[in-house]
């Protein structure tokens, strides 16, 4: 029986006539830190709206957690996501967003929020607003704000933009200890060398099409002889 989290059965997406996604076959397993990469415009987004519903395919189907996602079943139940910038209000402190996103689903009290900013590494009682954020800032809440729920499938376009090298430090031990406690993660990003630092498979796109997959082993032989 196939087990897998996320099975992406055959998908190919159009947009405005397009194809953006090709023929793509994906099954994920729970437990892994999987690494889409790829240039710009390859794709690694879409793929990543794909797995939450934000898009639905043009032709095959995709499935989360046993659940098929369609138009009645469009977000996954467990999943926390870091796509482009969130939509943080500019007016309110990093604290008061999370609050506010919090709200919509009601499942996070104001402990939950202190912590999350915490091991983001923002100060739960700045009071300075979202709009005097630097880009890190912004970065680390957008982080903050993908893990608050502890979601069983985390999904993270580009998450070391921006980050300083603590932050990058951080993330990869975040992201590690989630990974032990069974979550699957998905990181798109056009740097293959902070993808290899974390993931366990490597999924590489280019223009819209799955061209190559790398379990850690391989790439890490390949690594040491280059
Ligand atoms: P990546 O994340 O790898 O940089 P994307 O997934 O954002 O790439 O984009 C993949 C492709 O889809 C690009 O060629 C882009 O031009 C195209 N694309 C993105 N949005 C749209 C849209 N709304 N309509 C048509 N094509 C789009």
């Known amino acids: 029986m196939d087990v897998s989290y996320v099975k992406i059965n055959d ?5 405005q006539g397009q194809i953006v996604l090709n023929k793509i ?3 994920l397993e729970k ?3 999987y690494g889409i990469q790829g240039k710009n415009g390859s794709g690694k987004t879409m793929l990543l709206r794909l797995i939450c519903g934000l898009i639905v395919p043009t032709e095959g189907s995709v499935e989360v957690a046993g659940k098929k996602l369609d138009s009645k079943n469009s977000f996954p139940e467990s999943v926390g996501i870091l796509i482009e910038y969130p939509g943080f209000l500019p007016q309110y402190t990093g604290f008061k967003n999370l609050q506010l996103l919090a709200a919509i689903r009601k499942r996070i009290d104001d402990r939950r929020i202190r912590e999350v900013l915490e091991i983001v590494g923002l100060d739960p009682n700045d009071r300075r607003k979202y709009r005097k954020y630097s880009l890190g800032m912004r970065q680390r809440l957008g982080i903050a704000q993908a893990i608050m729920e502890d979601p069983d499938l985390l999904l993270l376009d580009e998450p070391t933009n921006a980050l300083d090298t603590d932050a990058v430090e951080n993330m990869r031990s975040l992201l590690l200890r989630m990974k032990q406690e069974g979550k699957t993660i998905v990181i798109a990003s056009h740097d293959r060398e902070e993808l290899e630092k974390l993931s366990d498979e490597k999924i590489i ?3 819209g099409t799955i061209v190559g997959r ?11 002889t280059l």
Not at 11 to 15: I, R, Y
Not at 214 to 224: N, P, T
């Open 11 to 15: 998908v190919t997406k159009k947009l």
């Open 25 to 27: 076959d994906l099954h």
């Open 31 to 33: 437990g892994n830190i």
């Open 205 to 207: 796109i280019e223009r």
């Open 214 to 224: 790398q379990r850690s082993e391989e790439f890490k032989k390949a690594g040491v």
